[in-house]
Nanobody, 119 residues
Framework: QVQLVESGGGLVQPGGSLRLSCAAS????????MGWYRQAPGKQRELVAA???????NYADSVKGRFTISRDNAKNTVYLQMNSLKPEDTAVYYC?????????????WGQGTQVTVSS
């Protein structure tokens, strides 16, 4: 089994910062991608940022220059540093890990953490 535990969400004012963390445990192969998705009420879940075990990153256009994804492979932990937050960043943020097992792509998800950007 794979478990992802998220932390770091909360309420922040526009222009502020938050740092999300996600610790993974269980049967995760070494070659994998970890990422963050978010979903606001009435909207589809969207990719925010992803990072491979080798360090390659990918960001949504809406967060480029403001968010930074990183990971600690030894700790199986992924982070999302969010700066210059905007009200439109308000959403539930979900941690994701993706890898291949038995020729099948596997996706596992955290429980989600609420991020609210408001005055």
């Amino acid at each position: 089994q794979v478990q992802l535990v998220e932390s770091g969400g909360g309420l922040v004012q526009p222009g502020g910062s938050l740092r999300l963390s996600c610790a993974a445990s269980g049967s995760i192969v070494s070659g994998n991608t970890m990422g963050w998705y978010r979903q606001a009420p009435g909207k589809q879940r969207e990719l925010v940022a992803a990072i491979s075990s080798g360090g390659s990153t990918n960001y949504a256009d809406s967060v480029k220059g403001r968010f930074t994804i990183s990971r600690d492979n030894a700790k199986n932990t992924v982070y999302l540093q969010m700066n210059s937050l905007k009200p439109e960043d308000t959403a539930v943020y979900y941690c994701n890990v993706r890898f291949w097992s038995s020729r099948t792509q596997r996706d596992y998800w955290g429980q989600g953490t609420q991020v609210t950007v408001s005055s």
